[in-house]
T-cell receptor
Framework: GNSVTQMEGPVTLSEEAFLTINCTYT??????LFWYVQYPGEGLQLLLK?????DKGSNKGFEATYRKETTSFHLEKGSVQVSDSAVYFC????????????FGRGTSLIVHP | NAGVTQTPKFRIPKIGQSMTLQCTQD?????MYWYRQDPGMGLKLIYY???????DKGEVPNGYNVSRSTTEDFPLRLELAAPSQTSVYFC????????????FGQGTRLTVV
C-alpha cells in the first residue's frame, strides 16, 4: 500500500535560517504529492502540491520538488519566520484507484526570534 | 463560505458513554473522511464515504460508526467511549477521486475520562 515517511521533529530553527523537512514515499503508479500545514489549534491547510515528476510546488516562500527517481518531496524554505511555526504534513494521493489521501506523521517546526 | 464545519470543538465524555461528532460541508463534495490525530502519529483514517449512502472502513474503524444520509453530512458515532479514543478528530472532504486537495475542518478534541 501507499505510505509516507517524514523526518522526526521537532525541528528548531532561528528566524531567517534555512529549512528542510524530508519526505519520502512509497506508492504504485504516479501519485500526486502535497504538503499541508497545521497551525496551533487549527485544521490542516494545503500549502503546496505537485502532480507529476519534476514538478515544483511553491507557496509562501516554501518549495518542494517531486523527485520520482528518489521517491522524495522535501520541503524547503530559504528564510523561516516565527509565524512559520506549525506542524507540516507530507501527503500523497495515489493513482490507480487509491483516492484516499495518505499522510505522514507530521513534523513540528519551531522558529525562535 | 463555511467549508468543512465540525462540532463540537471539545468534548469530555465518560467511559461507556455514546456520542456523535458532527461534520458538515457546503462544497457539494462527494468524498468525506474522518481521521484521528494522535500525538506524533500523524493522521489515521477511521472511515470514509464516496457519496450519500456509501461508507467504508479505513485503517482504524473499531469502536466507531458512520452514516452518510446526505451529501453534506458525515457524522461519526462513538458507541461506547473508551480512553483509547482520546484524540483529536478531523473531518475532511474532497470533490472527486482525482481531487488534488482535501479540505479539513478545525477538529474536535475528545478526552474520554
Amino acid at each position: 500500500g501507499n505510505s509516507v515517511t517524514q523526518m522526526e521533529g521537532p525541528v528548531t530553527l532561528s528566524e531567517e535560517a534555512f529549512l528542510t523537512i524530508n519526505c519520502t514515499y512509497t506508492a504504485t503508479g504516479y501519485p500526486s504529492l502535497f504538503w499541508y500545514v497545521q497551525y496551533p489549534g487549527e485544521g490542516l491547510q494545503l500549502l503546496l502540491k505537485a502532480t507529476k515528476a519534476d514538478d515544483k510546488g511553491s507557496n509562501k516562500g516554501f518549495e518542494a520538488t517531486y523527485r520520482k527517481e528518489t521517491t522524495s518531496f522535501h520541503l524547503e524554505k530559504g528564510s523561516v519566520q516565527v509565524s512559520d511555526s506549525a506542524v507540516y504534513f507530507c501527503a500523497l494521493l495515489g493513482s490507480g484507484g487509491s483516492y484516499i489521501p495518505t499522510f505522514g506523521r507530521g513534523t513540528s517546526l519551531i522558529v525562535h526570534p | 463560505n463555511a467549508g468543512v464545519t465540525q462540532t463540537p470543538k471539545f468534548r469530555i465524555p465518560k467511559i461507556g458513554q455514546s456520542m456523535t461528532l458532527q461534520c458538515t460541508q457546503d462544497m457539494n463534495h462527494n468524498y468525506m473522511y474522518w481521521y484521528r490525530q494522535d500525538p506524533g502519529m500523524g493522521l489515521k483514517l477511521i472511515y470514509y464515504s464516496v457519496g450519500a449512502g456509501i461508507t467504508d472502513k479505513g485503517e482504524v474503524p473499531n469502536g466507531y460508526n458512520v452514516s452518510r444520509s446526505t451529501t453534506e453530512d458525515f457524522p461519526l458515532r462513538l458507541e461506547l467511549a473508551a480512553p483509547s479514543q482520546t484524540s483529536v478528530y478531523f473531518c475532511a472532504s474532497s470533490y472527486s477521486r482525482d481531487s488534488e486537495t482535501a479540505f479539513f475542518g478545525q477538529g474536535t478534541r475528545l478526552t474520554v475520562v
